[in-house]
């Protein structure tokens, strides 16, 4: 492959240090070198990075990507009447081709929006799997398992069928499609000896895990009161689901020994403060997790819970409402929110190579233009992007060393086609819910 060079951009090094004026050189998907620019000698071909700057690529570590086909619907309500009053009956009427161009729809919104890489738990995944692999774009997928059939084997079960898809594209996805496993939640699982049965499996198998815990107070409290006292997380580790590396999504609710938990069997938090803010939910103690030495990553969730899956929204939306909530605005900068972001997300979805940009490393680069009046003066470019800029201050994403999205354009997605689907699928589910109410 040949190589591409940013040439004369500020880059975002780990842990947030800018260098400014570097060319980046790009060979093989991967971080050549970044060395600091000559003037005036831009290599020939290169990409012109004057008043940008190159940022790793956003890591979304929890989301449900096909939910963009139920975006701004049910709107307002309580989460279980939210749940199952509305998405449920929806979700009931998806087919994996209707996944397919709803994940896509969800990818370009992604890429328009710098991320590079996410962790999905949907059903369906056929569709999610062809989404992803023709995009280019990078996702650890999982079917989360519920107990919809009482008694079922984990074997014969849905979720099971669903990550033995993702385990056949993986094969020769190139390392950007890993299969998952998923449990969905304590409250959507029975009997404990089905979650040991996926435990096994997963630790058998060498998975990483992702699951939903303690989003509400009324779950946390009524999985204490169906397991004998036991928290989510505490149910969780008892059964061996930590045995695997997992993705933890939410634990809004969980409590001062769950955080210990989560810290000593190291546990990704992916904290989603959107989703938890729309569905009145809660804030997940994000500081108190960090001082304990959790790995804490981003998430959006599902459109349908945020209601979009625009990382740099959701960096600052955690920023600001955790230095409300501590009272410390020494706490949760720049660097730090990026870290959270990158690398935080990146290790927890195994890519140990990537969410830093480094020379050795993947090359997944995003591009902020600095050319707006909502982002000059700089006096720090990186302060300016993560506290002011908009995704539309985004010209470039790249992925493995192929851009996906620049300026407006996506090179591996129909975009038009994408959107007049999903509104074409919005019309055909309502009217059949409508025929069957
Ligand atoms: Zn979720």
Request: with cysteine; proline share 5%; charged share 20%.
């Amino acid at each position: 492959m040949a190589s591409f060079v940013f040439h004369g951009i500020s880059c975002a090094g780990p842990g947030g240090v800018v260098r400014p004026r570097v060319d980046i050189t790009v060979e093989n998907g991967r971080i050549a070198s970044i060395e600091d620019a000559v003037p005036g000698r831009n290599p020939a071909g290169g990409y012109d990075g004057g008043g940008k700057i190159a940022l790793p690529g956003f890591y979304n570590i929890h989301s449900h990507i096909p939910m963009t086909l139920l975006r701004g619907y049910g709107e307002g309500l309580q989460l279980k009447e939210w749940l199952f009053g509305k998405m449920i009956p929806f979700e009931s009427l998806l087919m994996d081709e209707d996944c397919y161009w709803g994940s896509l729809l969800g990818i370009a919104e992604m890429l328009a929006s710098g991320t590079v890489s996410f962790t999905d738990m949907y059903m369906h995944m056929p569709g999610i799997v062809k989404a992803v692999s023709e995009s280019g774009i990078k996702a650890n997928l999982s079917h989360g398992f519920s107990s919809r059939v009482p008694g079922q084997p984990f074997l014969e079960s849905a979720a099971y069928e669903g990550w033995q898809a993702v385990r056949e594209a993986e094969a020769s996805a190139k390392g950007r499609i890993v299969a998952d496993a998923s449990i969905h939640a304590e409250y959507t699982t029975d009997t404990e000896s089905t979650v040991r049965s996926i435990a096994d499996w997963s630790r058998g198998e060498g998975l990483r895990m992702h699951v939903h815990i303690s989003e509400t107070r009324k779950e946390h409290e009524e999985c204490k009161i169906r397991r004998g006292g036991m928290t989510p997380t505490a149910f969780f580790e008892r059964c061996g689901i930590f045995d695997s590396p997992t993705t933890a999504a939410h634990c809004v609710w969980a409590e001062d020994a769950d955080l210990d938990i989560l810290a000593a069997r190291g546990v990704t938090v992916a904290h989603c403060p959107s989703s938890n803010l729309k569905l009145g939910s809660g804030i997940a103690r994000i500081a108190r997790m960090v001082d304990l030495g959790v790995n804490v990553g981003i998430g959006t969730d599902g459109a349908a819970s945020n209601n979009n899956l625009d990382m740099l929204e959701e960096m600052v939306l955690a920023s600001l409402v955790q230095k409300g909530v501590t009272g410390d605005p020494t706490r949760f900068g720049p660097g730090e929110m990026l870290t959270m972001a990158c690398r935080n997300g990146a290790l927890s979805q195994g890519r140990t190579d990537c969410g830093e940009l480094a020379p050795g490393n993947r090359a997944d680069i995003v591009v902020f233009d600095l050319h707006a009046p909502h982002l000059q003066p700089v006096y720090n470019p990186l302060v300016n992007v993560v506290s002011a800029a908009r995704a539309s201050d985004i010209r470039l994403t790249m992925v493995d060393g192929e851009i996906l999205y620049r300026d407006g354009k996506f090179p591996t997605i129909d975009i038009e086609r994408v959107m007049a689907e999903a509104g074409r699928i919005k019309e055909e589910k309502l009217a059949r819910l409508a025929a069957s109410s």
